[in-house]
C-alpha cells in the first residue's frame, strides 16, 4: 500500500495523529507529552476530532494539571507511577522532561522526536501499526546529547490499555512445563514479571494480555503485547490510583551496564502489541499473520520438513553405521531432516567434557561426516547438526588453551556455579567471537549442513565483559554471531533451542527459523504447553515431535493417537531409536507422519483457532481455511460428566453446508460408549448455521485422549 500522509483536520493538527491499520485506529496526543489516547476499533479518519474527547478532569488533592500516561511517563513532569525512562550523569540529570521537536506521520507510521537540553538527552520514538494484522510495533532510541557519559538504568515502552480490561493473562513455567497460562485479577494495584537468566526463559515468557472480565476465545476486547528480546527482561502491568492502566516492557539492564557516551545511543528491544474485539483468537491469528509476513525469514520457500532427532535414540554413543541404519529406517516412515545431536565433536563422550571443541571427534567418525551425510542425502533428506556455540566446559581444549574467554569475573577470584558441568563465552570478546564463527563457517564450509540445532543449556550467572556486567551486550553478541554465520551460509535454516523453550521470542526468530518448544515431548504436557506458545507463535515455528510410548520427562505412557495428533499441530518431527521398535509401532508413527504432510499446507499457512470447552479438561482447537477445517478433540483428565458435551463451531460459515468426517479416533474408542453417535461412523453432511447454533454431540473419551475431525465445505 501506498504511503500518505495522515490527514488530521486543521483544529487539532498540531495536537493529534492518527494511525490506521485494517481494523484498528491509534490516536496519538502530542501534547503535553505523546501518548497514546486512544486504541481499538477502526474509526474514520477524515471525520474531525474532538479534543473534548479526551479532556480529563483534575481532582482536588492532586496536581493542578491533568497528567497524561506517556509513552515514556516522566517523574520530573509529575507521573508517579513507573517511570519511562531512569538514569543520570554523576548523580544528575535524573529527571528529564521531554518536549517535542518534531513528527513525522504516515497512514499507519509516527517518528517523534523528543528533547530535554537541560539534561542533555533525546529520545526518538518509533510506532509502526501493520496496515494487514493490525500490530503496533514500538521502540524507543536514546541518545546522549550531552558532554558526560550518562549512566542509563531503564528505558522502558508504555502502553494504556482500557479502563474495563480488568484481566491480565500470563505465562509462566519451568523446564520441560513451559508456557502455562495463569489469569489473574487488574483491578488495583500491579503485576510485576522479571527474567534475570539471561535468555528468555522457561519461566517468564515476555508477553501479557490485558482484556475484559468476560473477553473468551471468541470475542471480547483485549490487548496483547511481546517484548521481542532474547535476553533479561521486565514487563508490568499497572493501575494507576485514578483507574487509569498500562502495559510496560523493558530490557531489563544489571547495574552499570549501559553507559552512554556523548553523541552515543541505546535502542530498545521492540515491543508489539495487537488490540482485537474478536476474543483470544482475534490477536493469536493476527500475531501469527504478523510473524508469517513481518518476522520469519525462510531461506528458500519450501514446506516444513519433518524431523528426526538423534538425541532419544543413541544419546552420546556415536557410530556411523548404526546412524546410517537409523536413517534409512526414518526414512521409511516419510523423515524429510536429520540431525545428529551432541555427542559428535572431539572427545565428547558425556555432559561433563568437551564443549567448545567444535570438530568431528576422529575417533566416532574415522572418515568425518561425509559417509554420513551421503547415505543421508541419498535417502532424500536433509541432513542437520546439533551446536551449542555460546558454552565451553572447563574440561575442554578450547577452555585449557583460552580461559579468558570465560564469560564471568574468575579473575577476580570468583567461582560462579556450573550447570551442566558447563560455562559461557564471552561473545564480546572479539577473539571467542571470531573462534566460534571461524569453527561454524569450517564446518559448514566443508559439509552439506542444510541445517543447526543451536542449543543454550544454562543461565548466566555473574555475567561479565572486562568486570562489567554484559547480559545486555552478551545477547547483542548473540544476535550478531547468528547473522554473521547466515551471512556466510544464506541458505541454512536454524532452530533456537534453549533446554527447550528456554529462548523463544519475535527477535531471535527474525533470524532463525524453528524452536524446539520444549524437551518435553510427553503429549499430555505438550498439550498446554503448544496451547500457550500459540497465543504467539503460528505452528510451522513450533517444534512438536511424536515421542516414544514412555516420556523420559515424565514416565508417563501415552496411546499413539495422542502423540501424533498433539504433534500433529505443529512442525513435525520424531524422537525414537527405530531400531528398537515394534512393526505396529513403526507403522503408527509413519501414519502420522503421513497425516501431517497431507494437511501440511493448511497447519502451516491456514487460520489457527481455539474453541471455548464446557469441560475445563477438554481442549478444542484446529486449523480452516476457505474450504476445509482441520479440529482435534483432546480429553486430557476424565470428563466432568457422564455424556460428551455439544461440539458447536461458531467459525463456519452458515450459509454453507459442510461434510463432517472423523479422521482419526483412539484405539479403544468403541470401550467407553454402547453406542457411538451416527456421524462418527458414517461422514454426514450438515448446514454450517445447524453445526453453528446446535452443534455435534461428542461421544464419551476416555482422559488422555484425542480425536481428529474434518469439516469440508460442500461444492
Known amino acids: 500500500m501506498v504511503k500518505k500522509p495522515v490527514q488530521t483536520n486543521s483544529a487539532a493538527s498540531e495536537r493529534y495523529v492518527h494511525l490506521q491499520s485494517a481494523k484498528t485506529s491509534i490516536v496519538l496526543m502530542m501534547q503535553p507529552a505523546p501518548a497514546i489516547v486512544y486504541w481499538g476499533k477502526k474509526i474514520d479518519a477524515e471525520a474531525p476530532l474532538s479534543g473534548a474527547l479526551f479532556d480529563l478532569p483534575v481532582g482536588q488533592a492532586r496536581l493542578d494539571v491533568a497528567i497524561p500516561l506517556a509513552l515514556i511517563p516522566e517523574q520530573g513532569r509529575g507521573d508517579f507511577g513507573s517511570p519511562g525512562i ?34 542533555g538527552l533525546e529520545v526518538c520514538s518509533r510506532l509502526s501499526l501493520d496496515e494487514d494484522t493490525d500490530v503496533l510495533t514500538l521502540s524507543h532510541k536514546l541518545t546522549n546529547t550531552g558532554t558526560t557519559e550518562y549512566a542509563l538504568q531503564r528505558l522502558a515502552l508504555t502502553l494504556p490499555v482500557n479502563d474495563d480490561f480488568i484481566d491480565l493473562i500470563s505465562l509462566h513455567g519451568r523446564w520441560s512445563h513451559e508456557f502455562h497460562q495463569q489469569r489473574l485479577s487488574f483491578k488495583h494495584g500491579g503485576y510485576v514479571q522479571e527474567n534475570r537468566r539471561g535468555r528468555t526463559s522457561h519461566e517468564y515468557f515476555p508477553g501479557l494480555i490485558a482484556l475484559q472480565k468476560d473477553t473468551n476465545e471468541l470475542r471480547g476486547d483485549l490487548i496483547g503485547m511481546h517484548l521481542g528480546w532474547s535476553g533479561n527482561h521486565r514487563v508490568q502491568a499497572q493501575v494507576k490510583s485514578d483507574g487509569r492502566r498500562y502495559l510496560q516492557a523493558e530490557a531489563l539492564l544489571a547495574p552499570g551496564e549501559v553507559s552512554i557516551a556523548p553523541g552515543e545511543s541505546f535502542s530498545t528491544p521492540e515491543l508489539f502489541a495487537v488490540f482485537s474485539a474478536e476474543g483470544l483468537n482475534g490477536i493469536m491469528q493476527r500475531f501469527h499473520q504478523f510473524v508469517r509476513h513481518q518476522i520469519l525469514d525462510f531461506p528458500q520457500p519450501k514446506l516444513r520438513p519433518v524431523h528426526f532427532n538423534t538425541w532419544e535414540g543413541i544419546y552420546f554413543d556415536h557410530e556411523p553405521h548404526r546412524i546410517m541404519e537409523m536413517a534409512t529406517a526414518v526414512a521409511r516412515l516419510g523423515v524429510e531432516r536429520f540431525i545428529v545431536d551432541d555427542g559428535w565433536f572431539t572427545d565428547r563422550d558425556d555432559d561433563t567434557c568437551a564443549l567448545g571443541d567444535w570438530q568431528v571427534d576422529k575417533r566416532k567418525y574415522p572418515e568425518g561426516f561425509k559417509p554420513v551425510i551421503d547415505h543421508i542425502n541419498q535417502l532424500g533428506m536433509e541432513f542437520g547438526l546439533w551446536v551449542e556455540p555460546e558454552m565451553v566446559c572447563k574440561n575442554s581444549a578450547l577452555y585449557r588453551a583460552h580461559p579468558e574467554w570465560m564469560l564471568g569475573m574468575d579473575e577476580l577470584g570468583y567461582q560462579q556455579p556450573a550447570g551442566r558441568s558447563q560455562f559461557l563465552l564471552d561473545l564480546q570478546n572479539p577473539e571467542a567471537f571470531d573462534y566460534l564463527l571461524s569453527s561454524l563457517d569450517s564446518l559448514m564450509t566443508e559439509y552439506n549442513i542444510g541445517y543447526l540445532k543451536w542449543d543454550m543449556n544454562r543461565e548466566l550467572v555473574q555475567s561479565a565483559h572486562q568486570g562489567h556486567a554484559a547480559y545486555h551486550g552478551q545477547t547483542l553478541a548473540l544476535y550478531r554471531l547468528i547473522d554473521a554465520l547466515r551471512e556466510k551460509h544464506p541458505y541454512v535454516e536454524i532452530e533456537s ?56 520427562t515424565t514416565r508417563r505412557c501415552h496411546d499413539m493417537s495422542l502423540r501424533g495428533i498433539t504433534a500433529l499441530f505443529g512442525h513435525m518431527g520424531a524422537e525414537l531409536d527405530p531400531q528398537g521398535l515394534e512393526d505396529s509401532e513403526l507403522r503408527a508413527f509413519s501414519k502420522y507422519i503421513a497425516l501431517h504432510k497431507q494437511y501440511r499446507p493448511l497447519l502451516h499457512s491456514g487460520t489457527s483457532f481455539i474453541l471455548p470447552s464446557v469441560d475445563p479438561g477438554t481442549h478444542i482447537y484446529g486449523v480452516m481455511d476457505e474450504s476445509v477445517v482441520l479440529l482435534a478433540v483432546v480429553q486430557l483428565t476424565m470428563p466432568e460428566h457422564a455424556l460428551g458435551q455439544r461440539l458447536k463451531m461458531p467459525i463456519l460459515s452458515g450459509d454453507k453446508s459442510y461434510r463432517v468426517e472423523v479422521v482419526d479416533v483412539p484405539a479403544a474408542f468403541n470401550k467407553t460408549m454402547k453406542h457411538l453417535p451416527v456421524w462418527i461412523e458414517k461422514t454426514q453432511v450438515v448446514n454450517g448455521d445447524q453445526l453453528s447454533q446446535i452443534g455435534l454431540s461428542l461421544p464419551v473419551m476416555d482422559p488422555e485422549s484425542a480425536m481428529l475431525l474434518s469439516f469440508t465445505v460442500e461444492s
Open 86 to 119: 531512569e538514569g543520570h550523569r554523576n548523580g544528575k540529570d535524573w529527571a528529564p522532561v521531554f518536549e517535542v521537536i518534531s513528527v513525522t506521520a504516515t497512514l499507519s507510521c509516527a517518528t517523534i522526536t523528543m528533547s530535554d537540553p537541560r539534561a
Open 497 to 552: 533451542c534453549a533446554s527447550g523453550g528456554g529462548r523463544v521470542d519475535f527477535e531471535v526468530l527474525k533470524r532463525t527459523h524453528r524452536f524446539w518448544t520444549s524437551d518435553c515431548n510427553d503429549a499430555l504436557e505438550r498439550q498446554t504447553i503448544q496451547r500457550g506458545m500459540q497465543l504467539f507463535f503460528p505452528p510451522e515455528v513450533m517444534g512438536s515431535h511424536i515421542g516414544p510410548r514412555l516420556s523420559h
